[in-house]
């Protein structure tokens, strides 16, 4: 199995800017990839960004790309959101991603407990 752990979220302008991060610990060398998912009030779940832990390869969703960078520190199993140019539409509860892939017995998504972003105009 393996446990996230999110933490630097909070309250911002317009503008600014927050790093996110996710310690993964457990089962960590099972993980293919890991991202950040957000989901805003009364809305459904969607990927912002992943990132390959071994190729370092990234993925974004198209409005975040250019602010967002996605990024990892493989010694510390963490996976880091940089947030550049927040805008009142990042608003949202952040989720930390772990895809292990098909595995028998075991879930291929492990999620974070999440963290609250909000932006304010």
């Known amino acids: 199995q393996v446990q996230l752990v999110e933490s630097g979220g909070g309250l911002v302008q317009a503008g600014g800017s927050l790093r996110l991060s996710c310690a993964a610990s457990?089962?960590?060398?099972?993980?293919?990839?890991m991202g950040w998912y957000r989901q805003a009030p009364g809305k459904q779940r969607d990927m912002v960004a992943t990132?390959?832990?071994?190729?370092?390869?990234?993925n974004y969703t198209g409005f975040v790309k250019g602010r967002f960078t996605i990024s990892r520190d493989n010694t510390k199993n963490t996976v880091y959101l940089q947030m550049n140019s927040l805008k009142p539409e990042d608003t949202a509860d952040y989720y930390c991603n772990a895809d292990v892939g098909l595995r028998p017995f075991l879930p291929r998504h492990y999620w974070g407990q999440g963290t609250q972003v909000t932006v304010s105009s």
């Open positions: 990132i390959n832990v071994r190729s370092g390869s990234t």
């Open positions: 457990g089962g960590v060398a099972m993980i293919n990839t």
